[in-house]
């Protein structure tokens, strides 16, 4: 398959990724995450028995070699959005949810779910963020997002503070956009 540069971002990579799988429920990684444990991807499917769980959600872990503004900045977002460090339930839309929801370095959603509302192109047109509308639209519907600590996978992008800052600022702004997409849908 050959995708023209201009069409290409995460959630069409996403998308293209669930065309062309099968199964009821579809697990996401990204090619420089790996899985803090053996029991990874069952601590992702657990939650599936309840019927209301569109999508599952680990966090991040990182690894010594880690940039040490990654870590800091993981800590502040750790002391806001207590949900990054045990299992928590999402239920409802708010723009408080927390860094990310169903962030697609680690995450499992149902496949039924995805054919009536696949990852926006255009939220991830701002260079991220189509997950976590999908996160927001389904919240909207009833449903609940789950973040489990145990579905976590060790990921980092080795940034400098300029690249944190400048990531966290387009990440931001992707997070209002899926937030406003997801009231509009």
Same mark, same amino acid.
């Given at each position: ?8 971002n ?35 499917? =657990?939650?599936?028995?309840? &019927? ?6 680990? !966090?991040? %872990?990182?690894?010594? +070699?880690? @940039? ?6 993981r ?35 149902? =496949?039924?779910?995805?054919? &009536? ?6 939220? !991830?047109a %701002?260079?991220?963020? +189509?997950? @976590?509308?999908?996160?927001f ?43 406003? &997409?997801?009231?509009?849908?």
């Open positions: 398959m050959s995708i023209e540069t201009p069409k290409y995460h959630a069409f990579a996403c998308n293209e990724g669930v065309r062309n799988s099968n199964g009821d429920i579809i697990v996401f990684t990204n090619g420089h995450s790996q899985p803090v444990s053996d029991k990874w991807l069952e601590s992702g499917l =657990r939650h599936f028995d309840d &019927k209301k769980v569109a999508g599952v959600y680990g !966090s991040e %872990s990182f690894t010594e +070699e880690t @940039t040490t503004v990654d870590k800091i900045g800590r502040l977002a750790e002391l806001y959005y207590p949900g990054l460090k045990r299992n928590h339930i999402y239920d409802k839309p708010s723009i408080m949810t927390g860094p990310g929801l169903l962030a697609t370095m680690s995450a499992a959603i149902r =496949r039924d779910l995805w054919i &009536k509302h696949p990852f926006s192109e255009e939220v !991830s %701002s260079g991220a963020g +189509e997950d @976590t509308e999908w996160g639209y389904f919240l909207r519907k009833g449903l609940k997002v789950i973040v489990d600590p145990e579905f976590s996978v060790y990921h980092s992008h080795q940034v400098s503070l300029i690249k944190f800052f400048q990531r966290n600022l387009n990440f931001y702004y992707s997070y209002f956009l899926a937030f406003h &997409k997801s009231k509009n849908t």
